[in-house]
């Protein structure tokens, strides 16, 4: 299993950065293939921010595209998400998840880091 933790999230003005955490635990680490980052907003679906895979290759929702970066750093099974000149329609609740190279696909889901931009 796998257990992941976010952290980074606040409050910030429009404007502002932040830069969310997302860190991976349990014993099966070793098969996380992708690691996304979801949000959801008060009334709203759970949409997909950004996507990494294991070679780094990633994807923007195009509401984040040039403002938000993902990175990754697998020897220490953490994910991370630099926001920068966020918006208040930015804010959301930020869930980090993993999904593993097992059959059947396993996925886990971080508790979420609340964001809020508001002046």
């Known amino acids: 299993q796998v257990q992941l933790v976010e952290s980074g999230g606040g409050l910030v003005q429009p404007g502002g950065s932040l830069r969310l955490s997302c860190v991976a635990s349990?014993?099966?680490?070793?098969?996380?293939?992708?690691m996304d980052w979801y949000r959801q907003a008060p009334g709203k679906q759970r949409e997909l921010v950004a996507s990494?895979?294991?070679?780094?290759?990633?994807i923007y929702a195009d509401s984040v595209k040039g403002r938000f970066t993902m990175s990754r750093a697998n020897v220490k099974s953490m994910m991370y998400l630099q926001m920068n000149n966020l918006k208040p329609e930015d804010t959301a609740v930020y869930y980090c998840?993993?999904?593993?190279?097992?059959?059947?696909?396993?996925?886990?889901w971080g508790q979420g880091t609340q964001v809020t931009v508001s002046s």
């Open positions: 998840k993993a999904s593993l190279r097992t059959w059947p696909q396993e996925n886990y």
């Open positions: 349990g014993r099966m680490t070793s098969f996380i293939n992708v």
């Open positions: 990494i895979s294991s070679d780094g290759t990633t």
